[in-house]
C-alpha cells in the first residue's frame, strides 16, 4: 500500500501503544459530542456516533470517556459548542493537503494551522484550491497475513464494496460512504478485523514522492495530526514505504 492510506494505517495502529493516546481521545471525544449533538445519543440509531463509538473501542478509550462525550453531546452534560471546518493547501512537492478540524475557537486553529503549513514548507490554499481532487470513501485496510485474499474479496463484494486493491503486504477495501456499515458488518460476521477502517478522503491521483519531498511532507502531515484541534488530515502522496515506515518510528 503506498501513498496517504498506509500512513494512516500504521498511525491507527500506534496509536494504540503510544504516547500519542491522550490526543487520540481528545479527537475521538470531539467527534463523539458533535455526533451525538447532531443526531442524538443512541449510537444504534446514529450512525455517525456509531462509527465514532467503534473507533474509540478500537483505541481502547475508556467507556467513561466515551459516555461522558455523548452525554456532552446530549446536553446532560456542560460542553464547549463545537464548529466543523476544513482547510486546503498544499505541502512540498506539490502534494495537496485536506484538514478537518473541530474548534471552538476558529482564528486560533486558522492561525495554528497556517503557521504548521508555513513552518513545515507548504502553503494553506484557499477554499476549493485542492478539495476537488479528493472523494469521500469508505476504506477498509487488512494485512495479507491475517486473512485469505480470496475470501476477503468475495465477502467484500458480496457486500456491495466499490473497489479493492492489492498490494505487496495489505488489501485496500473501499466503500460509498453509505456502504461502509453494511460492508462492516460483514466483514465482522466473519470476523475477519481489518488493521484500519474509516470514512476518509480519497485522491483522485497522487503525486510520487522521493528524497527530501518525501520526509518533508511527512513531517508536516505529522505536525498537522499533532494539533489538538484537526481531526483528520488527507493528502495525496504517493511515497515510498520505507520512507513511510521510517517515518512512523520517530
Known sequence: MSGHSKWSTIKHKKAKTDAQRGKVFTKIAKEITTAAKIGG??????????????????????????????????GE????????????GYGPGGVAVLVDVMTDNKNRTLSEVRTIF??????????????WLFKKKG???????????????????EAGAEDISSEENTIEVFTKP?????????????KIEPANSEITMIPSNTVKLTGEDAHKVLALVSALEDNDDVQ????????????INEEAEK
Do not use: W
Open 232 to 243: 483528520a488530515v488527507h493528502a495525496n502522496f504517493d511515497i515510498p514505504d520505507e520512507i
Open 77 to 88: 452534560l456542560e460542553g464547549m459548542t463545537m464548529e466543523e471546518l476544513s482547510y486546503e
Open 178 to 190: 453509505e456502504d461502509f456499515e453494511k460492508v462492516g458488518d460483514a466483514f465482522k460476521k466473519a
Open 41 to 74: 445519543g443512541d449510537p444504534n440509531g446514529n450512525p455517525r456516533l456509531r462509527l465514532a463509538v467503534d473507533k474509540a473501542r478500537q483505541a481502547n478509550m475508556p467507556n467513561d470517556n466515551v459516555e461522558r462525550a455523548i452525554k456532552k453531546g446530549t
Open 139 to 157: 476504506l477498509f485496510a487488512f494485512e495479507k497475513t491475517s486473512v485469505s485474499e480470496e475470501k476477503l474479496t468475495n465477502i467484500a463484494v
Open 118 to 131: 508555513t513552518k513545515g514548507g507548504g502553503n494553506l490554499g484557499s477554499a476549493g484550491c485542492v478539495g
